[in-house]
T-cell receptor, first 112, second 111 residues
Framework: DTAVSQTPKYLVTQMGNDKSIKCEQN?????MYWYKQDSKKFLKIMFS???????INETVPNRFSPKSPDKAHLNLHINSLELGDSAVYFC???????????FGPGTRLTVL | GENVEQHPSTLSVQEGDSAVIKCTYS??????FPWYKQELGKGPQLIID?????GEKKDQRIAVTLNKTAKHFSLHITETQPEDSAVYFC??????????FGDGTTLTVKP
């Protein structure tokens, strides 16, 4: 019954590594998002895809590359991980851009 | 770009009291204002939202008011219960779909 799911839930890795986080939604939504929540709980949008097309790309280092193979999936690949990348990353989805966003459970990334 | 300010950052109330959280926004193009509740270890969950053509919306113990002229909106929770304890976020969204979140309010309801 999970609406928006993310894997993995926890990710611990060394600086300089490359890692991916996966997101899937089974709500039939056409828009998906990635958010970063830092240690102070501040939530910031990173990317948004509508029908597999990138529509929002905030000031995010180009080490972060989202990929949407289909409308139900939006993955986040991060190259050359840095200490400052440690955060909780949330995926979300909505039908259109002005409706309720449903958030996934989050992926806690720790870079050592 | 949009800037959303949220106050207070922490709020402690006694069970049964009311709680009010306020947000201001800067971009007059923002026209959708959701409120989210985030419990420990979970993702934010929408609790109520309001669009720019509406001044007030209520859902049981939760209400939201919007003043477009002053660019501020507020969340009101009445008869608070311990399970209302969480972090609450306001957000403002434009037609382009970009949401800007406030910095969050940690609400503690003491039994």
């Amino acid at each position: 019954d999970t609406a928006v799911s993310q894997t993995p839930k926890y990710l611990v890795t060394q600086m300089g590594n490359d890692k991916s986080i996966k997101c899937e939604q089974n709500l039939g939504h056409d828009t998906m998002y990635w958010y970063k929540q830092d240690s102070k709980k501040f939530l910031k949008i990173m990317f948004s895809y509508n029908n597999k097309e990138l529509i929002i790309n905030e000031t995010v280092p180009n080490r972060f590359s989202p990929k949407s193979p289909d409308k139900a999936h939006l993955n986040l690949h991060i190259n050359s991980l840095e200490l400052g990348d440690s955060a909780v990353y949330f995926c979300a989805s909505s039908q259109g851009q002005l409706t309720t966003q449903y958030f996934g459970p989050g992926t806690r990334l720790t870079v050592l | 770009g949009e800037n959303v300010e949220q106050h207070p950052s922490t709020l402690s109330v006694q069970e049964g009291d009311s709680a009010v959280i306020k947000c201001t926004y800067s971009d007059s193009a923002s026209n959708y204002f959701p409120w989210y509740k985030q419990e420990l270890g979970k993702g934010p969950q929408l609790i109520i939202d309001i669009r720019s053509n509406v001044g007030e919306k209520k859902d049981q113990r939760i209400a939201v008011t919007l003043n477009k002229t002053a660019k501020h909106f507020s969340l009101h929770i009445t008869e608070t219960q311990p399970e209302d304890s969480a972090v609450y976020f306001c957000a403002a969204r434009t037609n382009a779909g970009k949401s800007t979140f406030g910095d969050g309010t940690t609400l503690t309801v003491k039994p």
